[in-house]
Structure formats: C-alpha cells, structure tokens
C-alpha cells in the first residue's frame, strides 16, 4: 500500500469491519486509542479505558496475566505473537490471539505500541497463520486467514496478501501495479468501482474467479472504500473468501461423489450426503450405527462443522476407554469433597461441551447406572455433579455412535429402551465396506492421494494388477484397514505407481489364498467362461475396450 495514506481512525475502521479488537499505548503503557472491537471484548467503554495504564484494564481481562509490552519495545519491529486463553465473566473459555508491534515517531523514536487482538471464539475465520512484513498495516493485513486486496482510485491492485495469493494462485508480484480487471470480470469491477465512487461498503457478493491455473472458482467477496486523513476516497480494499468448500457440499446433494473428505456413490451414502446438510444446522440428537472403521468419527465431525455450534470445540467422550468408576465423574464433573481426593469442584465434559456437541463414542458400553442420568440430560437439559444438590443446566447438542447395534442390546436388557428412542431422533446406519464394493474404485484413489501429500510423495496411479487385487477384497477392518493398507503402500513405493509388491504381505497372501478357493469351486462352466475372455484379451492384447466389444459385454462388466 506504498501510495495509500491511511490514518490510525481509518486501520481501526478496518478492523473494525473485520471484528479484530486494536489498542494503541504511549511508551509509559497509557491507553490513547482503542477501537469499538476492543471495546466489545472486555465490555468497558472507550471513556472508561483511554488514558488508564493498560496493565490495570487488560492484563487480566485479555492478557491473562503476562504483559509484553517492554518486549514488544525492544523488538525492533518485529511483531510480538502469542496465543491466549482466559475465561470469561460467562464462564466460557476464550481463545484469543495477540499481536503486539512497536510504533516510532517520525525520528524513528519509539512512541509506543499497537495491540491487536482476535477472539478465535467468535470469529474464528481470522488470523490462522502468521506471516509478517515490516510495514504495520500490510503485516496485519497479511495475517488474516481471509484474502485481501487493496486498489487506488483507478483500481489497480496496490497489495495482495497471502492468502489472496494462495486463494487465486497468482504470486503478489504478478498482480501488482494490474488492473483488477487481470483476476476479477465486469460485473466485479463495476461493484467494486462503485464502493470507490460512493463510499458505500459492499458485503456477501457471490461470483467466480479464474485462477492461475484456468480453472474457476467459486468466492464471496466483500468491499469498502479506504480515504486519506483528509478524509479523501484514495482507493479500496476487498476481501476474497473461497466458497469451493461449500460449493461441494451443494455438489454432493445433486449426485456428485464427495462429501468433506467422505466419498461413495452407494445408495445409503448418497442418503447421508442428502441429508447431513438438513439435519446438521439442527439441534437434533443423532445416533450413529455401523462396523467398526466404516467412518463414524468422520460423519460426526461434518455434523459438528456443518451446524451452528461449529465456532466452538467439540468434546468427544469414548464411554468405552474409561472405567465405570471414573465415567459419571469425568462426563458430569463432582464438586469438593465428592470422594477422597476430590479437593475442589471440577467440571464434566458436558460442562465443557455448554453451547456445543458432545459426541459420546461406543455408547453401547455406557453402565446402566449412568444411563438414567444421560436420560434426565437429554429430557430436561440439566444434571446433578457427584456430590452437588444443585442441578447444573447445559445447551449442549449430543451425538452418539456405536458398532454394537442398540436395538439388539436393548432386546437383551443390555441398553434403557426410553434412552434408546431420545437418542435415536435422527439415525444413521453407514453400511460395511464390503456392502458398497462400488465405492472402492473412488475410495482408492481419494485416500491414494491424501497419503502421497502428506508423506510428500508423486505417487499418481496403481497398477492394473494392484488395482485388481483392491478391489477384490471384503476388508473386515472396513475404510479403517483400506487406509492402512495404502498407507503402507505409499511408505514402500519408491516410484510413481503402486504394485502388488507394495502391498502388505498378509493382504497378498489373503488374497492369493481366496483365489485359489475361488478356482477350485468354478463350475465347468465358469471355467470355460473364463477361458474365453482370456483367450479374447489375448486376441486384442489385453485391450479391454476392444475385448469387451468382441465379446459383445460391457467393458465394466469385463
């Protein structure tokens, strides 16, 4: 932003629109300027807070506890990062981050600083990462999770940040001093040429970029004008956030194969896809059934993602990792004095999920005793802690899994049949892997790729035969053991191409074993059948479009 002026009101006006809290303190640590983001965090007004020493308002309320101003000025520009949690006057942990830069006078004298904080609890779509520059207002631009640009009055780009560049996959150099007409079509140039001309922010507007590599993209950008310290209209700035996330979710409902990172074209996993979305933005309770390793972990994740208590962490409670004598004190906490040991209250794990989802695992193996007060949670909200006459209330939405089959427990009076039917407001059932082979052929090669990027390898195909040897296994382990099994591959191959080499010895050995009983049950029949084809596939040299038009079959039949 090398020919943009912009003055202190105007960087708080920006953050401001981004929600993102920014105080200014004098070198004797005086509070001379806070923004109305600042102001909302610790609910103090600006009359109240500007001209006190800063450690009397925030080292408690924000900083908890550790003060770096004097750090921070002795830092020679180089910003001050840390992350912080403090707890609230409403009880709720707060994740903050912290950004603290030095600021000098015109000769280079230290003046004081500037303090940025983001609540992640909140807001949590800014400042993920941390990348820095020396100019203040780029490093601060530069650090948000979020794409921005700036342009001046003729709208020629004049700074793109990180993930401007990440989002567009142009490089910062290739788009500087260009028109913005070099990313953006018509229709975006004359919205954003309009905020410039009138000063009139401009939100949530939907469209389609062409990125570095040709292909379009999907992204919500948002507008408003930057002026001078006159007050002046010298440019604007624009916010770019991806949508090709949420445009796969809208995908996966109308037939495609991809939901997050859960993939098929069966039947029942197209249902979930249809609908998760529904369900999700709900508060229902959700019960999930299913083998052991077919993905229920993951289902319950992109129904905490996809719903509106995704801002907050979601607490996971397996019923079956904890002894019954530990479980009622760890999921509803105990108060002093409970039980030997017991020197100070202690919150549940429901305490904690308050205002998000717990999700409670293997609930099968949930003992009697407790299941009564799960009950009394899920009818009335609100639970006795051991040792506590005081009932405590939560908002907390539950999801539950297990392998065992719930239905059939509570035949065996293994399972409370009321706490079975308010858990089960809304059921899924994911099918084993060997009950929707016709997913393999997409499942192979979406978890082939996530394991050569994250062990950093080129690996981009399977061989026929490998393949061949995937696809003809029933996978009692589910998706779990079809991951370990590319995994390894990854690990073993040292080329491009996965073979049967590659593969786990007891996988080859298995499979070699089942082929041998297959042959020797064929039928006359079957073998002469066989003979055919192969006979054909010889003809054609191993041709199968050709080979499958010989033999008058479709080629997937074949």
Do not use: W
Not at 295 to 308: P, V
Not at 353 to 374: M, N, R, V, W, Y
Not at 432 to 449: F, G, M, S, V, Y
Not at 493 to 499: A, T
């Amino acid at each position: 932003m090398d020919d943009i002026l912009i003055s202190y009101s105007e960087l708080y006006r920006i953050l401001d629109y981004f929600s993102i809290g920014v105080i200014s303190l004098s070198k004797d640590r005086i509070i001379t300027s806070i923004n109305d983001s600042a102001e909302a965090l610790i609910n103090k007004k600006k009359d109240e807070i500007i001209g006190k020493c800063c450690p009397d308002v925030f080292l408690n309320n924000l900083c908890a506890g550790d003060c770096r101003f004097y750090e921070t000025l002795e830092s020679k520009e180089k910003p001050i990062i840390c992350d912080l949690e403090i707890r609230k006057p409403d009880n709720i942990i707060h994740h903050l981050t912290r950004i603290a830069i030095p600021i000098y006078d015109k000769n280079k004298a230290i003046e004081g600083c500037i303090v940025i904080f983001q609540d992640h609890s909140a807001f949590n779509d800014l400042i993920n990462r941390v990348r820095y520059e020396d100019r203040k207002l780029k490093m601060i631009l530069d650090n948000l999770d979020i794409g921005v640009l700036t342009v001046d009055k003729s709208v020629h780009i004049t700074f793109f940040n990180t993930i401007a560049e990440e989002i567009t996959g142009f490089l910062r150099r290739e788009v500087l001093g260009k028109s913005f007409f070099k990313i953006f079509d018509e229709n975006t140039f004359s919205i954003f040429k309009n905020t410039i001309n009138d000063g009139i922010a401009r939100a949530d507007n939907e469209t389609t970029i062409k990125i570095k590599n040709g292909k379009d993209l999907p992204i919500k950008t948002n507008y408003m004008a930057l002026k001078n310290e006159d007050g002046k209209i010298v440019g604007g700035l624009a916010t770019i956030s991806d949508l090709s996330l949420i445009y796969k979710l809208k995908n996966a409902i109308n037939d495609q194969y991809t939901f997050y990172d859960m993939v098929g074209k069966a039947p029942a996993i197209k249902k979930i896809f249809e609908i998760v979305p529904i369900i999700a933005v709900s508060d229902a309770t959700v019960l999930i059934e299913g083998p052991t390793g077919t993905g229920k972990d993951l289902l319950t994740n992109i129904i905490h993602n996809s719903s509106n208590r995704s801002s907050k962490p979601m607490v996971k409670v397996n019923c079956a990792a904890l002894p019954d004598n530990l479980l009622e004190s760890e999921m509803f906490g105990y108060t002093k004095g409970a039980f030997t040991g017991a020197d100070k209250d202690k919150p549940g794990l429901f305490q904690e999920a308050h205002g998000s989802t717990i999700f409670l695992d293997e609930i099968g193996d949930l003992p009697f005793a407790l299941q009564a007060k799960l009950l009394r949670v899920l009818q009335d909200k609100e639970f006795y802690p051991l040792g506590s006459r005081k009932p405590v209330k939560v908002d907390v939405r539950i999801i539950s899994a297990t392998n065992q089959g719930l239905e059939k427990l509570v035949k065996e009076k293994k399972f409370r049949e009321d706490l079975f039917y308010r858990l089960k407001v809304i059921s899924f059932e994911i099918p084993a892997l060997k009950e929707r082979k016709e997913d393999l052929n997409l499942l192979i090669p979406h978890i082939l790729k996530r394991f050569s990027i994250e062990k950093n390898k080129k690996i981009n195909k399977i061989s026929e035969k490998a393949m061949e040897v995937l696809l003809n296994y029933d996978y009692p382990g589910n998706i779990r053991e079809l991951e370990n099994i590319l995994e390894y591959a990854v690990i073993i191959c040292q080329g491009s191409v996965i073979e049967t080499s590659h593969l786990p010895s007891f996988f080859q050995q298995h499979i070699f074993s089942e082929k041998k009983i297959r042959l020797a049950n064929f039928s006359e029949m079957e073998l002469t059948e066989k003979n055919i084809i192969l006979d054909a596939l010889k003809k054609y040299g191993g041709k199968k479009g050709e080979t499958a038009k010989y033999l008058n079959i479709d080629r997937a039949t074949l």
